[in-house]
Protein backbone atom coordinates (compact mmCIF):
# COMPACT_ATOMS: atom_id res chain seq x y z
CA UNK A 1 0.00 0.00 0.00
CA UNK A 2 1.36 3.26 -0.63
CA UNK A 3 1.69 5.72 1.70
CA UNK A 4 0.20 8.83 2.10
CA UNK A 5 1.69 11.35 0.18
CA UNK A 6 0.72 9.46 -3.08
CA UNK A 7 -2.90 10.43 -5.49
CA UNK A 8 -3.39 8.15 -6.96
CA UNK A 9 -6.09 8.26 -10.05
CA UNK A 10 -7.97 5.63 -12.01
CA UNK A 11 -11.29 5.00 -14.38
CA UNK A 12 -13.64 2.94 -13.19
CA UNK A 13 -12.49 0.06 -15.11
CA UNK A 14 -9.24 0.41 -13.89
CA UNK A 15 -10.33 0.14 -10.52
CA UNK A 16 -10.19 -3.33 -8.06
CA UNK A 17 -12.51 -3.90 -6.10
CA UNK A 18 -10.55 -2.96 -2.89
CA UNK A 19 -10.43 0.33 -4.17
CA UNK A 20 -14.06 0.89 -5.01
CA UNK A 21 -15.17 -0.49 -1.47
CA UNK A 22 -12.96 2.26 0.02
CA UNK A 23 -13.94 5.24 -2.29
CA UNK A 24 -17.81 4.17 -1.54
CA UNK A 25 -17.31 3.64 2.09
CA UNK A 26 -15.43 6.98 2.63
CA UNK A 27 -18.21 8.84 0.45
CA UNK A 28 -21.10 7.18 2.68
CA UNK A 29 -19.22 8.09 5.88
CA UNK A 30 -19.08 11.78 5.08
CA UNK A 31 -21.78 12.76 2.92
CA UNK A 32 -24.77 10.10 3.93
CA UNK A 33 -23.79 9.39 7.66
CA UNK A 34 -21.58 12.72 8.66
CA UNK A 35 -23.82 14.89 6.35
CA UNK A 36 -27.25 12.91 6.79
CA UNK A 37 -27.93 13.08 3.59
CA UNK A 38 -29.58 9.94 2.16
CA UNK A 39 -29.21 10.35 -1.39
CA UNK A 40 -28.15 8.15 -4.48
CA UNK A 41 -24.20 8.85 -4.26
CA UNK A 42 -23.44 5.90 -6.88
CA UNK A 43 -25.17 7.43 -9.59
CA UNK A 44 -23.66 6.07 -13.12
CA UNK A 45 -21.30 8.68 -13.47
CA UNK A 46 -18.42 6.47 -11.40
CA UNK A 47 -18.85 4.08 -14.39
CA UNK A 48 -18.79 6.22 -17.14
CA UNK A 49 -14.85 5.86 -19.20
CA UNK A 50 -13.84 9.25 -19.05
CA UNK A 51 -14.67 9.91 -15.40
CA UNK A 52 -11.23 9.90 -13.42
CA UNK A 53 -11.47 9.02 -9.68
CA UNK A 54 -8.66 10.71 -7.50
CA UNK A 55 -8.06 9.54 -3.85
CA UNK A 56 -5.40 8.80 -1.26
CA UNK A 57 -5.34 6.39 0.98
CA UNK A 58 -4.59 5.45 4.34
CA UNK A 59 -4.16 2.51 6.73
CA UNK A 60 -7.73 1.55 6.22
CA UNK A 61 -8.24 2.56 2.64
CA UNK A 62 -9.35 6.36 1.40
CA UNK A 63 -8.68 9.07 3.56
CA UNK A 64 -9.60 11.89 0.78
CA UNK A 65 -11.16 11.57 -2.67
CA UNK A 66 -12.54 13.26 -5.45
CA UNK A 67 -14.40 12.82 -9.40
CA UNK A 68 -13.86 14.35 -12.58
CA UNK A 69 -16.12 13.91 -14.85
CA UNK A 70 -16.76 15.12 -18.63
CA UNK A 71 -19.58 18.42 -18.56
CA UNK A 72 -20.95 18.64 -21.55
CA UNK A 73 -23.87 21.31 -20.54
CA UNK A 74 -19.85 23.38 -20.36
CA UNK A 75 -18.11 21.64 -22.61
CA UNK A 76 -15.52 20.82 -19.82
CA UNK A 77 -15.15 19.22 -16.67
CA UNK A 78 -17.13 19.02 -13.34
CA UNK A 79 -15.67 17.93 -10.23
CA UNK A 80 -17.41 16.47 -7.73
CA UNK A 81 -17.91 14.22 -4.83
CA UNK A 82 -14.79 16.18 -3.04
CA UNK A 83 -14.73 14.71 0.80
CA UNK A 84 -12.04 13.84 3.24
CA UNK A 85 -12.15 11.59 6.18
CA UNK A 86 -12.23 14.08 9.63
CA UNK A 87 -9.32 12.21 11.00
CA UNK A 88 -7.27 13.95 8.12
CA UNK A 89 -9.08 17.39 7.94
CA UNK A 90 -6.74 20.07 8.12
CA UNK A 91 -4.00 18.55 7.05
CA UNK A 92 -4.11 19.81 2.80
CA UNK A 93 -5.51 16.28 1.29
CA UNK A 94 -8.28 17.63 -0.52
CA UNK A 95 -5.95 20.60 -1.75
CA UNK A 96 -3.78 18.22 -3.15
CA UNK A 97 -6.31 15.97 -5.05
CA UNK A 98 -7.68 19.47 -6.50
CA UNK A 99 -4.39 20.59 -7.88
CA UNK A 100 -3.83 16.92 -9.09
CA UNK A 101 -7.37 17.04 -11.20
CA UNK A 102 -6.74 20.48 -12.30
CA UNK A 103 -3.49 19.50 -13.55
CA UNK A 104 -5.01 16.27 -15.34
CA UNK A 105 -7.40 18.60 -17.93
CA UNK A 106 -4.64 21.75 -18.17
CA UNK A 107 -5.27 25.20 -17.84
CA UNK A 108 -7.23 26.01 -20.79
CA UNK A 109 -10.21 23.36 -19.49
CA UNK A 110 -13.43 24.81 -18.08
CA UNK A 111 -13.85 23.44 -15.20
CA UNK A 112 -17.55 23.40 -13.37
CA UNK A 113 -18.56 22.36 -9.12
CA UNK A 114 -21.17 22.80 -6.39
CA UNK A 115 -19.64 23.79 -3.50
CA UNK A 116 -21.09 23.85 0.20
CA UNK A 117 -21.28 27.36 0.34
CA UNK A 118 -19.27 26.82 3.47
CA UNK A 119 -16.30 25.85 1.57
CA UNK A 120 -16.63 28.22 -1.54
CA UNK A 121 -13.24 29.86 -0.01
CA UNK A 122 -11.12 26.20 -0.64
CA UNK A 123 -12.29 25.96 -4.27
CA UNK A 124 -11.66 29.98 -4.28
CA UNK A 125 -7.94 29.02 -3.40
CA UNK A 126 -8.06 27.08 -6.73
CA UNK A 127 -9.25 28.98 -9.13
CA UNK A 128 -12.63 29.10 -9.16
CA UNK A 129 -15.51 31.78 -8.53
CA UNK A 130 -19.41 31.75 -7.97
CA UNK A 131 -20.92 31.49 -10.57
CA UNK A 132 -24.91 31.74 -10.08
CA UNK A 133 -27.31 31.94 -7.08
CA UNK A 134 -27.14 29.75 -3.64
CA UNK A 135 -29.32 26.46 -3.84
CA UNK A 136 -30.42 23.81 -1.12
CA UNK A 137 -29.80 20.34 -2.96
CA UNK A 138 -30.43 17.72 0.16
CA UNK A 139 -31.19 20.38 2.60
CA UNK A 140 -27.51 21.83 2.64
CA UNK A 141 -26.58 25.25 0.91
CA UNK A 142 -24.87 25.31 -2.09
CA UNK A 143 -23.20 27.67 -4.64
CA UNK A 144 -22.18 26.51 -8.29
CA UNK A 145 -18.83 27.66 -9.39
CA UNK A 146 -16.76 27.69 -12.09
CA UNK A 147 -13.02 27.94 -13.14
CA UNK A 148 -12.63 29.10 -16.80
CA UNK A 149 -9.72 28.23 -19.20
CA UNK A 150 -7.10 29.89 -19.86
Known sequence: MAGMSEI???????????A???LARLRQSVFVVEQECAYPDLDG?????????????GGEGAVACLRLLRDSAVGGWRIGRVCCAPSERGT?????????ALAAVG???EVVLDSQTYAAGF??????????????EDGIAHVPMRRAGR
Open 8 to 18: RQAAFGELDGA
Open 123 to 136: YRKHGFEIDGEEFV
Open 107 to 109: PGA
Open 45 to 57: HDTDPETRHFWIE
Open 20 to 22: VFG
Open 92 to 100: GLSGRLMAA
